[in-house]
């Protein structure tokens, strides 16, 4: 094993001041976009892709992972404070996390989540890394055949988990796929849906689909809501900092509980499309089933905070697994993290194995420090971050919309992207208001250049006869396992509504 290779991107981390001060300008920017329900991490890495640009492709992914990393710290202080989710995985912690802040124990709740969150983040980031020696040999078996079907897996696996409907999900998916067409085919030179456009002879930019696809939707809806981002009554429980010390112990009270939740939680991040709420939700589940007194869970439990917080973080090192080195998204927020790696030149893939891994130590070491300094600035400014709940969206609408506008005419110096954004934007908050899942687009968008360009190329060396390859055959039974699960899944929770229904 080389460790010049593996210790050298950290050690030039920890001595470039420039890097680590990313870092730690990242970390309370994550927790923000995570503490304000609502923002989320998706929309962090959105917003902050105009300051990113043009800046060195290391610089800017450290910046952008960093920042997404943490946003699952700061989610928790209002789950456990208020009750109210700060993004979608925290709401498994609001179950023992509220009713401890209840009781007066909410310096010992947020401590948990803090040690856990610390503690899984780093563990997720050494799963990673353990992991690499096993990809390597997977990854450079791969041909152009397995990454057309591999491209195809992304999209119905994430469309499949992102919505009640399988059909509305991989709509969304293909519409993103037919999007991803428009500009000049690659193998003859001709236009496809470009209307002579000359700025659309590239494609469509990512950045302003990702912005219009998230951005404005979350916009429009808030001014169309109005008030107060999350609705709620009142002032935030009170805590102590020794309370909190209190809480951060628990988690090595609880080592094994601690050690099998970040593993569970950096394996299920590994799978492209489970995400964070199936990780929280499935090691809240393993905890209550695995400890002792489980009657004590939802009343109140440290070991209930512990458990999905340890998860949350820990996934996102797993989800950076098929991320980088397949382009596969390993979950929705990493998705709009492809989209910007690719602007800033970096080019998720196969090729990662043979190239660029300095990059991909740099950034499992990213991973690691964020999440361990994350305690640290979380002790010093949770009590201000509690307070955010509270911010009027009048006054978030103009600061994002202002950002959103820039973001997109910046990606590519194009005035044309803002009318995109636009475009994208309405078509984004009509998905938002009925009820249709956006992430599959975003997704269907990047893959889709990886499938086309796959596809001609395995019809051009193997013809037809592609599919029946062996790892080809393993794919293509893995996308039909896929879609035969979710029927299941759906026509087994049909009967259980049926049967509420009855009772």
């Not at 609001?94 to 948990?112: C, F, K, N, S, T």
Request: charged share 10%.
């Amino acid at each position: 094993m080389d460790f010049s290779s593996i210790f050298g991107p950290l050690i030039n981390i920890l001595t470039s001041a420039h890097l680590m001060g990313l870092i730690l300008l990242a970390i309370p920017i994550g927790m923000f976009f995570g503490a304000v329900p609502g923002l989320g991490g998706k929309l962090g890495v959105v917003l902050l892709i105009p300051f990113v640009f043009g800046m060195d492709p290391l610089a800017g992914a450290v910046f952008l992972l960093a920042m997404h990393a943490v946003v699952h710290t700061g989610g928790s202080i209002p789950s456990i404070l208020f009750g109210v989710p700060g993004t979608g995985p925290d709401a498994a912690t609001i179950v023992d996390g509220y009713p401890m802040a209840q009781r007066g124990e909410a310096g010992r709740a947020l401590g948990a989540s803090l040690g856990a969150s610390g503690v899984g983040g780093v563990i997720g980031a050494l799963f990673l890394a353990a992991m690499l020696p096993f990809l390597r040999p997977v990854v450079l078996a791969f041909s152009p055949a397995e990454f057309f079907l591999l491209a195809l897996f992304g999209i119905t696996f994430i469309a499949m988990l992102s919505g009640k409907s399988l059909i509305k999900g991989i709509s969304v998916g293909f519409l993103g796929l037919l999007v991803s067409l428009v500009g000049l085919d690659p193998h003859t030179g001709s236009q496809r849906f470009t209307f002579d456009q000359l700025f659309l002879w590239d494609g469509v930019s990512v950045v302003a689909a990702v912005l219009g696809m998230f951005a404005i939707p979350e916009m429009l809806s808030l001014g169309v809501k109005g008030g107060a981002i999350a609705e709620v009554d009142g002032k935030p429980a009170r805590y102590d900092l020794r309370q909190v010390i209190d809480g951060i112990l628990d988690v090595f009270r609880n080592p094994w509980l601690t050690l099998r939740t970040s593993v569970f939680g950096a394996a299920i991040g590994a799978i492209p499309g489970l995400g964070g709420d199936a990780a929280s939700w499935l090691c809240y589940g393993h905890a209550v089933q695995t400890c002792k007194n489980p009657e004590n869970f939802g009343k109140g439990d440290v070991r209930g905070v512990i458990a999905p917080e340890t998860a949350n973080n820990s996934k996102e090192g797993g989800a950076l697994l098929p991320t980088l080195f397949f382009g596969v998204p390993g979950s929705s927020g990493m998705a709009i993290l492809i989209g910007a790696f690719v602007m800033l030149g970096i080019q998720p893939g196969p090729a990662m194995a043979l190239t660029g891994m300095d990059l991909v130590w740099s950034l499992i070491w990213a991973l690691a420090l964020a999440n361990f300094l994350s305690v640290f600035v979380f002790l010093l400014m949770a009590p201000a971050f509690s307070l955010l709940v509270f911010v009027r969206g009048a006054l978030l609408i103009p600061f994002v919309l202002v950002l959103a506008f820039l973001g997109a005419y910046l990606s590519e110096a194009a005035w044309e992207n803002i009318l995109l954004l636009v475009g994208i934007g309405i078509l984004g908050y009509f998905l938002k208001k009925h009820g249709w899942p956006r992430p599959p687009f975003v997704i269907g968008l990047v893959l889709g250049g990886i499938a086309e360009d796959s596809l001609h190329k395995a019809l051009a060396i193997w013809g037809p006869t592609f599919f029946m390859r062996p790892l080809s055959l393993v794919l293509i039974g893995l996308i039909l396992l896929t879609i035969g699960i979710y029927i299941y899944r759906q026509k087994t929770s049909d009967k259980t509504r049926a049967v509420h229904h009855d009772i």
